[in-house]
């Protein structure tokens, strides 16, 4: 289907997984991963279109910024390309997804968020944030905004459920903490004292616990920039997320 000049590409209902479950700050991404059913009908334009002529479409034909579940589910089914290199942006900005209606809408946070954005490379797409924000396409205009390629879609009647499917508000904040001082004590309290024990001085132990301790603990903190144990895949059972064990 082609209309002002865009060529859009219809989408079935379908579900998809959408998120990381890698945790560490430099090879991981927003999670949790989890699963997002859309019940919904929806055409997506198959090229990223610039902001400019976004904001037109829009008016005209009352598309809107596509969600990344949207874009996750047209890319799953080889339907959307883009120029190699170029960046395009979706509707979702926050740090993660606790919380999420995972119905296909998108999350929009209140406050300054990243934007969810996909770098093409080829004909392969990787995550990533730019900014500053387009949450609103009406509202684009400015400088920054407006050579900026966005993913639009045109939805069917009654897209979004009454009764989504909901991520927990947050992470199990008791499992977190209890996971951070097993890992500070296994990979940093107790291989210093270890190392102490055979190579400092008689008597450093006694005198330095405590810097052994806190150093430890450092170790622990900071092995979060590189690893983290992956965290659980959240399904649809019903209306309510489950974790997949």
């Not at 090229?47 to 799953?76: M, N, Q, R």
């Not at 296909?104 to 500053?132: A, D, L, V, Y």
């Not at 205009?141 to 069917?156: A, F, N, P, T, W």
Request: aromatic fraction near 10%.
């Amino acid at each position: 289907m082609h209309s002002k000049g865009i060529s859009w590409k219809k989408v079935k209902p379908g579900k998809i997984l959408v998120g990381s479950n890698n945790r560490s700050i430099l090879f991981g991404g927003p999670g949790p991963r989890h699963e997002e059913s859309l019940g919904y009908e929806f055409m997506i334009s198959e090229v990223p279109v610039i902001a400019s002529k976004a904001k037109d479409l829009s008016k005209s034909l009352g598309a809107e910024i596509a969600s990344e579940s949207e874009w996750e589910l047209a890319y799953s089914r080889g339907i959307i390309r883009a120029d190699d290199g170029e960046i395009e942006i979706l509707a979702d900005s926050s740090d993660n997804y606790w919380g999420k209606k995972c119905d296909g809408r998108p999350i929009m946070r209140e406050g300054n968020f990243p934007q969810f954005s996909r770098k093409w490379k080829g004909n392969k797409s990787e995550f990533c944030h730019t900014w500053p924000q387009i949450k609103d396409i009406s509202e684009i205009g400015s400088s920054g905004q407006i050579e900026k390629r966005i993913r639009l879609v045109i939805r069917g009647k009654g897209f979004f459920s009454e009764k989504p499917a909901l991520l927990p508000q947050t992470r199990d904040s008791k499992s977190t903490i209890i996971e951070e001082l097993l890992i500070s004590m296994t990979i940093g309290i107790i291989p210093s004292f270890v190392w102490a024990f055979f190579n400092a001085r008689p008597g450093y132990i006694e005198e330095g616990w405590m810097n052994l301790i806190l150093g430890g603990i450092f170790v622990g903190i900071f092995s979060g920039i590189f690893w983290r144990p992956k965290q659980a895949t959240w399904i649809i059972e019903g209306e309510k997320m489950r974790p997949k064990k």
